[in-house]
């Protein structure tokens, strides 16, 4: 166990260099000055060689790279151009909204793709799983942000049941803060609860044909509680795998469903970072998601060789 | 069973076919008319319900929803199908390539970018290749298919590999048959269903990518019509005129439920064994 552990985490390390090494060479590539776009139009010559040097943009591209994958290794991500301020506080900032909406709509994700996938398995080819799958199928067509503008009309203009968009901070307190989430979260989630639900579905029959559930069932256990007790963990490896995906798309794919709630979120930060040119905001954001995916797949992968001893070997 | 079977069967490719069909027809037809010039702005009569004179009424500025429907569309459709045919005509050699030399360094290179490909998150890729070398259709569409490339290299070698294996690939070798040529001859028409479901299904994640991209500003360009961009440009007026957002979010949700039923169809058809599975 040991042994897979190192080696998950030194492909965990090495996938993290290559990825940063692409983050950077990409946005390299990306043409704009920041310090003239800093000064703006009439900043002289001297000024932007002087501002150049102080943040570090003229050596030659390597120098620059080990100057910023260092600074991250130690949590210093460089100035923000354009806000003035660390970047790694920014980040921080929009992670506290970020990270709590990602992990609600994947709360909401699973507690509504377990129950139902089972049904729909549990009950296949009547007329309730038929119908599940018909609205999974609308779930998996719907673009979320569409979704997501229905929902706010319907329930924050027309009923007024909840908050229309824009976040009080978490200052005002855990039930404002989640009540401000909700929306978003539902926009989010049902999508994804419907990919999951038939992943869930496909997974469960798949088990429920195996020997071990027949002498579960002639041992004496109930079709649920065969289900339940022995089909459900065995169900679980293919879910696990798309439940890690989600999360990750969740906190990267937020970025329509904060411009439509007017939430200050991390999508919205490198929607703006990119927008602005502050290229070191874009590239520091895109290298936390990505950190996020390769850890989440790492941890996907441990928990596997936790559960499955075989999968250990390769 | 069996007449639930074969009833089951085609009913998600029947549905598919005529949803695809119609949009597809849609796109066609918007080539040589349209109801109403979709440039044309017509203030006085703006925001109408759908009537006889505006099959689906009229956007915020009097443009007729139905005519920039069928331009949106094939906006859509024209974006996702070439985001698709980037990620067949690179993703598929490479992973024929690939797994013709399993365990080689191009084999590992390949799967290694694949994965890395995979970890970046795909959205604000496309949205920072978009604002950064401009907003244009051209644009999304490199944007969406990128992501198409690893989809189609992965498939098309964990295909290919399983069919290396068979004898008759062993004898095709034997015989003095090259790994390329194997993979065209022999392999190619064995993994051509599971590519064209694949492809059914990126085509439909495609159209939707295409309608957030647009929905954002970093789509097709006005006055060019998207059905994302009719979302984003009568979105505040919802809650007075819900039909403004409703009919083209319609249009999308169908375009995308269409394609995701042909490719299911698709699937029971080509995988019998599969079907009886689900």
């Known amino acids: 166990m040991l042994a897979f552990l190192t080696a998950r985490l030194l492909t965990m390390i090495a996938s993290l260099l290559v990825a940063s090494l692409v983050i950077f060479v990409m946005l390299d590539l990306v043409p704009g000055d920041p310090a003239s776009l800093m000064l703006g139009l009439n900043a002289t010559p001297e000024a932007l060689a002087a501002l150049r040097e102080q943040l570090g943009l003229d050596g030659p591209w390597p120098q620059r790279y080990l100057a910023w994958v260092t600074g991250l290794v130690q949590g210093d991500f460089g100035l923000s151009y354009t806000y003035r301020v660390p970047v790694s506080g920014l980040i921080a900032e929009r992670l506290a909204i970020s990270l709590p ?38 779930g998996i067509a719907m673009p979320n942000f569409w979704f997501a503008i229905q929902l706010q009309v319907l329930f924050a203009l027309v009923l007024r049941w909840l908050p229309a968009g824009s976040f009080p901070g978490w200052q005002a307190g855990i039930v404002p803060g989640l ?38 069932r002639a041992k004496g256990l109930s079709a649920a509680g065969a289900l339940v007790k022995h089909g459900l963990r065995n169900a679980l490896i293919p879910v696990l795998t798309i439940i890690g995906l989600q999360f990750a798309f969740l906190l990267a794919g937020a970025i329509i469903i904060e411009n439509v709630f ?25 290298m936390v998601l990505v ?22 070997r390769r | 069973m069996a007449a639930a079977r074969r009833n089951a069967l085609p009913l998600s490719l029947m549905l598919g076919l005529a949803l ?11 080539f040589f008319w349209t109801p109403y010039d979709v440039t044309k702005l017509d203030v006085a009569h703006r925001m109408q319900l759908p009537s006889a004179l505006h099959w689906l009424g009229t956007d915020n500025i009097g443009r007729d929803i139905l005519a920039m429907i069928m331009v949106g569309t094939r906006t859509s459709i024209a974006v996702a199908l070439v985001a698709v045919t980037v990620g067949v005509g690179l993703g598929l050699p490479l992973g024929l390539l690939a797994a013709s030399r399993h365990g080689s360094l191009l084999d590992e290179v390949v799967m290694r970018s694949n994965d890395l490909i995979f970890a970046f998150p795909s959205l604000v890729i496309a949205i920072l290749i978009t604002a ?35 004898d008759y690939l062993r004898f095709a070798q034997t015989a003095g048959k090259g790994a390329m040529r194997i993979s065209i001859e022999h392999i190619l028409p064995n993994i051509l269903n599971v590519l064209i479901v694949q492809m059914t299904i990126q085509f439909s994640l495609g159209i939707l990518a295409e309608s957030g991209l647009s929905y954002i500003g970093l789509g097709v360009q006005p006055p060019t019509p998207s059905l994302g961009r009719m979302l984003a440009d009568n979105r505040t007026l919802t809650a007075l005129a819900p039909h403004l957002t409703l009919i083209p979010g319609m249009a999308i949700v169908l375009i995308v439920l269409g394609l995701n039923l042909l490719g299911d169809g698709l699937r029971d058809l080509t995988d019998p064994k599969l079907a009886r599975q689900r």
């Open chain 1, 101 to 138: 909406l990602a992990l609600y709509a994947l709360a909401l994700t699973v507690l509504i793709a377990f129950p139902v996938g089972m049904i729909a398995a549990a009950t296949r080819r009547s007329w309730s799983d038929v119908g599940i799958m018909g609205l999974t199928q609308l």
């Open chain 1, 179 to 216: 009540t401000a989430l909700t929306l978003p979260a539902i926009a989010l989630a049902l999508p994804q609860a419907s990919i999951l639900a038939r992943v869930m579905r496909s997974s469960v029959l798949e088990t429920l044909h195996q020997d071990y559930m027949r002498s579960a």
């Open chain 1, 262 to 286: 007017y939430l200050s979120g991390l999508g919205n930060l490198i929607f703006k970072a990119i927008s602005a040119r502050d290229l070191i905001v874009v590239r520091s954001c895109v």
């Open chain 1, 291 to 312: 950190f996020a995916v390769i850890a989440v797949n790492t941890l996907v992968d441990l928990a596997y060789g936790l559960v499955d001893p075989r999968l250990r």
């Open chain 2, 20 to 30: 695809t069909g119609l949009f597809v027809l849609l796109a066609l037809v918007s």
């Open chain 2, 132 to 166: 950064v070398f401009g907003p244009s259709a051209f644009n999304a569409i490199l944007a969406i298919g990128i992501f198409n490339i690893p989809v189609f290299a992965r498939l098309s070698r964990g295909a290919a590999l399983s069919l290396w294996q068979l």
